[in-house]
């Protein structure tokens, strides 16, 4: 079978206007069983940019809801603890008694800020406050910190997945550092899956910056980490982090209590 004209033409005006709303409209107005196999995966592969479009799209939205970690948000912090101290009355003072004063303070204006922001997030997503913060730090992150991964999925090839691997995989690696690896990576944004993105960033990192890689493959050995989690069905899932070796020594006896 052949698309029909109507549903075609509107597919290929969709492929026409790229990605954003235009696009979006577009496609919600074809009859996907009017559309023949191939262009049925033209569709999927248009959505697939769109989802990626509107993943940057809500990280942006999440970014701004949340504010910047530097710049305005640090004076109105400033001004708070000010004015906190002021009514304290601790102007006179022992210097030591007020550096302990000012800094609680400044810790607490701090916390009780991320605390309405997450408490915001979670009610305006319907999520539990514990995922609202992991959403907020994330979209910091990206937005601040590596802004050019946000910009892939602007441009419809990053979607969820490759955003993550890129927060993962570049979070702990120094600011020069990422921009030279997003420099490495970038040209394939096109066609890298994030498993594919996962491997090609790590090759990126270890040779340019082999020093610190070995820095910090030695800290993340230290960490010892054991997750539980509940499943249904009377099942749990156990997840261990510790040294590789480790943990593959182990693994053929937890795989031997799953099978029981």
Known sequence: STSSTPDRRLLDLADESGVGGRALALLER?????????????????????????????????????????????????????????EACVDNAPSGERLRIETEARSEAWETRERAIALEVSLATRVS??????????????AEEIPEALDAAWSGNWGYGHLRVAEK????????????????????????????????????????????????????????????WTLAHGQSRLATTGPHELIAGIHPDVLEVARV
């Open 129 to 142: 406050t514990r995922t609202a913060g992991r959403r907020v730090e994330s979209s910091r992150f990206l």
């Open 30 to 86: 074809i009859d996907i069983a009017s559309l023949d196999a191939h262009d049925r995966v033209r569709f999927l592969r248009s959505v697939s940019a769109q989802a990626a479009w509107f993943e940057a799209f809500s990280t942006v939205a999440l970014a701004a809801v949340c504010g910047p970690t530097t710049g305005w948000v640090e004076d109105d912090v400033e001004e708070q603890v000010t004015a906190e101290l002021h």
């Open 169 to 228: 995989e570049l979070a702990d690696v120094p600011a020069a550092i990422r921009a030279e690896v997003l420099a490495d990576v970038l040209p394939h944004a096109a066609t890298d899956h994030p498993r594919r993105l996962t491997d090609r960033l790590r090759k990126s990192i270890a040779r340019r910056d082999a020093d610190g890689v070995i820095e910090r493959t030695r800290d993340k050995a230290a960490q010892r980490d054991v997750g539980m």
